[in-house]
């Protein structure tokens, strides 16, 4: 398939200079290093797992009424939670 990719600078140089180095075309090198990468990127997604946390019912606290918001801070945090 022919299709137009935009390379960055450093990485079109670095690609053409390992192309070169191994004596192998461009777009060979592309392909391949794509490969990989999209390889190591499948593996990396595969290897993720969901975060779970498990729910802990920790009821309410003892001697503490839960009708009046300003009294039970009063209670928990002293009178300076203002």
Not at 11 to 36: D, P, Q, S, Y
Request: glycine share 8%.
């Amino acid at each position: 398939m022919r299709t137009t990719l935009t390379l960055d600078p450093d990485v079109a140089t670095r690609a053409k200079a390992e192309a070169a180095g191994h004596n192998i075309a461009f777009k060979t090198l592309v392909n391949e290093a794509l490969r990989l990468g999209l390889d190591a990127f499948a593996d990396r997604v595969k290897a993720a797992k969901p975060y779970r946390t498990r729910p802990v019912a920790m009821g309410l606290k003892g001697g503490f009424s839960y009708d009046n918001i300003g009294e039970l801070l009063a209670q928990s945090e002293g009178e300076a939670y203002r």
